[in-house]
């Protein structure tokens, strides 16, 4: 079956502790993205990377880093410095070569002690 | 800064009836768009993609997009209980840049 997995489904996050999110996907897509989701609010694009070894920052990447290492990962971590961390964090991929609908990973809820 | 506009709702329809949803946006250099459906605490699933001015239909859904008016709309004939979850219209603004708006919540009522 191919799909995106993300783990895990709850995160909880100590007082200046970083946390890693994972995002594998099996689609052979080549582009990444990873939201952000507030209640009663848009997702808003952390970062985005298009190839490996390549990405970009979106409207709100302050306290986020990204690698992309493997064509099928893209780990999002949530550093310290980012101080509402409190979220629905989704990551999501495209094809990247003219196909363009974007899909969903189920996500992970990031919660902080 | 560019935006996609929706009514949060709650938009309550009954059973049966047809939901319509609105979405407006403001990069007139859009190429694609598509509606999402999520349901509480869940990821936003795919429920329609277009890229033409016009009618598209798949199922009971019907999407709609006038680029002059940078409207696009979704039709659900026939609306179901199980129909009920936020709608997120999103626009493709660049090669790689999806804009989201924040979502109708609609209620079908049994």
């Known amino acids: 079956d191919g799909g995106i997995t993300q783990s895990p489904k709850y995160l909880f996050r100590k007082e200046g502790q970083n946390v890693t999110l994972s995002c594998e996907q099996n689609?052979?897509?080549?582009?990444m993205y990873w939201y952000r989701q507030d209640p009663g609010q848009g997702l808003r694009l952390i970062y985005y990377?298009?190839?490996?070894?390549?990405?970009q920052k979106g409207d709100i990447a302050e306290g986020y880093s990204v690698s992309r290492e493997k064509k099928e990962s893209f780990p999002l971590t949530v550093t310290s410095a980012q101080k509402n961390p409190t979220a629905f964090y989704l990551c999501?991929?495209?094809?990247?070569?003219?196909?363009?609908?974007?899909?969903f990973g189920p996500g992970t809820r990031l919660l902080v002690l | 800064q560019k935006e996609v506009e929706q009514n949060s709702g709650p938009l309550s329809v009954p059973e049966g009836a047809i939901a319509s949803l609105n979405c407006t946006y403001s990069?007139?250099?859009?190429?694609?768009f598509f509606w999402y459906r999520q349901y509480s605490g869940k990821s936003p699933e795919l429920i329609m993609s277009?890229?033409?001015?016009g009618d598209k239909e798949d199922g009971r859904f019907t999407a709609q997009l006038n680029k002059a008016s940078q409207y696009v709309s979704l039709l659900i004939r026939d609306s179901q209980p199980s129909d009920s979850a936020t709608y997120l219209c999103?626009?493709?603004?660049?090669?790689?840049?999806?804009?989201f708006g924040t979502g109708t919540r609609l209620k079908v009522l049994a």
């Open positions: 990377s298009q190839i490996v070894n390549d990405f």
């Open positions: 999103a626009v493709r603004s660049g090669t790689y840049k999806y804009i």
């Open positions: 277009i890229y033409s001015n």
């Open positions: 689609l052979n897509h080549d582009a």
């Open positions: 990069d007139r250099g859009s190429q694609s």
């Open positions: 999501a991929s495209t094809h990247g070569q003219g196909q363009e609908t974007q899909y």
